[in-house]
């Protein structure tokens, strides 16, 4: 039988020892791949988007063309960041979790946004019906306009949030 030798720490070594030290270090570091691509995935479970409950409010308010209906998205977010959030990315959805719709809300009541480790609330006007509305349609048209997407628009309840503005 012939005996090739290789070198480790100044003693000499079968090919047979040496092959077995190689198989042994290849498992382990087999062993451990598989570990950090459990613990990645698993990573990504636990930080999978969640769904968050929001909802769209009717606001009223005037401005030179007459009477204004706003509908706002609103949603109220916990700044687990470092640093200020300025706003949010989200899909909207509803109650059965099909996606009606993305936008940005801006998260900026205070001039720095949501300082970390604070709540606050993030918005943005989904729609907006106007006084030229009421001029066009007369009050009935643009009341039953109002009441119309406000009822589309309270099949909102739930935002998936997809990212953050610094």
């Known amino acids: 039988m012939v005996?090739?030798?290789?070198?480790?720490?100044?003693?000499l070594v079968s090919k047979y020892e040496f092959?077995?030290?190689?198989?042994?270090f290849c498992k382990r570091v087999a062993r451990l791949f598989i570990f950090c691509?459990?613990?990645i995935c698993s990573y990504q479970f636990v930080q999978a988007q969640q769904d968050f409950r929001c909802a769209v409010r009717l606001t009223f308010d005037s401005d030179s063309t007459g009477s204004v209906a706003n509908y706002v998205l609103t949603l109220q977010l916990?700044?687990?960041?470092?640093?200020?959030?300025n706003g949010a990315s989200i899909l909207y959805k509803d109650s059965q979790g099909q996606v009606l719709g993305n936008t940005f809300l801006e998260c900026l009541r205070n001039p720095e946004g949501i300082k970390p480790g604070s709540y606050g609330d993030c918005k943005v006007v989904l729609q907006r019906v106007d006084g030229e509305f009421l001029d066009t349609f007369g009050t009935d048209k643009w009341t039953e306009i109002v009441n119309?997407?406000?009822?589309?628009l309270n099949e909102i309840q739930y935002c998936d949030l997809l990212g953050f503005s610094y």
């Not at 005996?3 to 003693?11: D, E, I």
């Not at 916990?78 to 959030?85: F, L, Q, S």
């Not at 119309?148 to 589309?152: D, H």
């Open 3 to 11: 005996r090739l030798k290789y070198f480790k720490n100044r003693y």
């Open 19 to 24: 092959i077995h030290r190689i198989n042994v």
């Open 37 to 39: 691509i459990v613990g």
């Open 78 to 85: 916990k700044n687990t960041k470092g640093r200020n959030i």
């Open 148 to 152: 119309t997407q406000l009822s589309y």
